[in-house]
């Protein structure tokens, strides 16, 4: 019995106690320190490379500048390596806002209907059609982003509702160059486990969705962000491009000025960890330059107090 006893001690109550010396600290420290610093500087070398193209306030490039409106502008691109993605970026727009995050009913997202009193405590303020934007109100827009014409009784229940359908960003951008169109491919933009799953259209969705919840550019927009300066990807280039001066033309629908804000194009290629990420190059560098100042600290530190620096006092 007292050798059971024993051996089950010894397997769930015997524990590894290290004691670590100022010699094992010191490299542990230089060791981690090391391997930080030159993650830092790879991932600092793969940001140079990956070439990247923001155009600012891009809506004011048109003169006068108007909204619903179609407008072109061209633009001198150097050239880049395939697959360049395209983003649309916003400035000074809280999608994180406790509000505006919870106003969505993620039930009629999934393509269910949804009562009332449930519209009321998901969608809150935006729970009819007659709460939508005007232009909501008359289209249904389709997967591949067609709008088509469909008037909506004002009031219904918005389908999708809240806060975050309502404000979805609505627009559309051709790249050309010498009036030979570079193809925007719009599929694939959104996380593979949110088509058809956590986004779904309605079996009748032309007549009760003012848009189908598996349009990827609703998905990508309902996917909110955790800053109030964000982008999110519109489409892919999957050919390279070559130097030269490109027209942009885009259908001019969100207006920024509702938000004190701003709305920027961006072109990006990617490397290994994604876009350009200074932050987490710089990151690396700065633990691992913090993990050798601590391992030089505890040098000093030894080299002044001699052998007796760390040992056990009697």
Same mark, same amino acid.
């Given at each position: 019995m007292s050798d059971s006893k024993g051996f089950l001690h010894w397997l769930f109550f015997k524990k590894w106690h290290p004691v670590p010396s100022v010699g094992s600290t010191i490299a542990l420290f230089s060791i981690i320190g090391v391997i930080f610093v030159a993650l830092g500087i790879v991932?600092?070398?793969?940001?140079?490379?990956?070439?990247?193209?923001?155009?600012?306030?891009?809506?004011?490039?048109?003169?006068?500048?108007?909204?619903?409106k179609q407008c072109s502008f061209t633009y001198k691109l150097d050239q880049m390596k395939a697959p360049i993605y395209f983003y649309y970026e916003l400035e000074?727009?809280?999608?994180?806002?406790?509000?505006?995050?919870?106003?969505?009913?993620?039930?009629?997202?999934?393509?269910?209907?949804?009562?009332?009193?449930?519209?009321?405590?998901y969608c809150e303020p935006i729970i009819?059609?007659?709460?939508?934007?005007?232009?909501?109100?008359?289209?249904?827009?389709?997967?591949n982003n067609e709008q088509v014409p469909k008037q909506r009784k004002p009031d219904d229940i918005a389908?999708?509702?809240?806060?975050?359908? @309502?404000?979805?960003?609505?627009?559309?951008?051709?790249?050309?160059?010498?009036? &030979? %169109? /570079?193809? =925007?491919?719009?599929?694939?933009?959104?996380w593979p486990n949110d088509k058809g799953k956590k986004y779904k259209r309605a079996s009748d969705s032309e007549s009760t969705q003012w848009i189908d919840p598996e349009n990827e550019h609703f998905i990508v927009w309902m996917r909110t962000a955790g800053l109030p300066t964000f982008r999110k990807l519109w489409g892919r280039i999957e050919q390279d491009i070559e130097e030269g001066e490109y027209t942009i @033309?885009?259908?001019n629908n969100y207006n920024p000025q509702m938000f004190a804000g701003? &709305? %920027? /194009?961006? =072109?990006?290629?990617s490397g290994p960890f994604g876009g350009k990420n200074l932050f987490l190059s710089i990151a690396f560098i700065v633990v691992g330059v913090i993990q050798l100042l601590?391992?030089?600290?505890?040098?000093?530190?030894?080299?002044?107090?001699?052998?007796?620096f760390g040992q056990k006092n009697e």
């Open positions: 991932i600092t070398v793969i940001n140079n490379n990956i070439q990247e193209v923001t155009i600012y306030k891009y809506d004011q490039k048109c003169s006068p500048v108007e909204y619903n000074n727009f809280y999608q994180n806002h406790r509000r505006y995050v919870k106003s969505k009913s993620s039930t009629q997202l999934s393509g269910e209907e949804i009562s009332l009193s449930d519209a009321e405590k009819f059609n007659k709460d939508l934007e005007q232009w909501q109100q008359a289209v249904y827009i389709t997967e389908s999708p509702c809240g806060l975050v359908a @309502k404000s979805f960003f609505n627009d559309t951008y051709e790249l050309s160059l010498s009036e &030979k %169109n /570079i193809e =925007l491919n719009q599929t694939g933009i959104s @033309k885009f259908q701003a &709305k %920027n /194009i961006v =072109l990006s290629t601590i391992a030089l600290a505890f040098l000093i530190k030894k080299i002044r107090a001699g052998p007796s």
